[in-house]
């Protein structure tokens, strides 16, 4: 999965590790690490509501957070949809 994230989209590509090493639990090398991270972040723009990134007004950031949800969501039905049930699911269903 990792190598269909844009290199641009470098936070994706690390969040991906670490949600597999999280569903990996105990057996994870970095297990310790991994119980450490909090599971969100609030006040994270991508989680924000339409109205609230329209209202952060500076258009660099508007157009940069609508095109991560966009590759999100475009991401979210064609690849990881796709992977519950199925060897290739590195999250095991979660």
């Not at 991401?75 to 949809?81: M, T």
């Amino acid at each position: 999965l990792i190598e269909k994230v844009p290199a641009e989209l470098w936070g994706a590509k690390l969040a991906l590790q670490l949600l597999a090493h999280r569903v990996m639990g105990a057996a994870s090398p970095v297990a310790l690490y991994i119980s450490n991270l909090p599971v969100g972040f609030p006040g994270v723009p991508i989680f924000f509501s339409r109205d609230a990134i329209l209202a952060i007004d500076y258009p660099p950031v508007t157009e940069q957070v609508k095109k991560r949800c966009a590759w999100l969501a475009q991401f979210s039905s064609s690849e990881l949809g796709l992977l519950p049930g199925t060897a290739n699911d590195p999250f095991n269903g979660t």
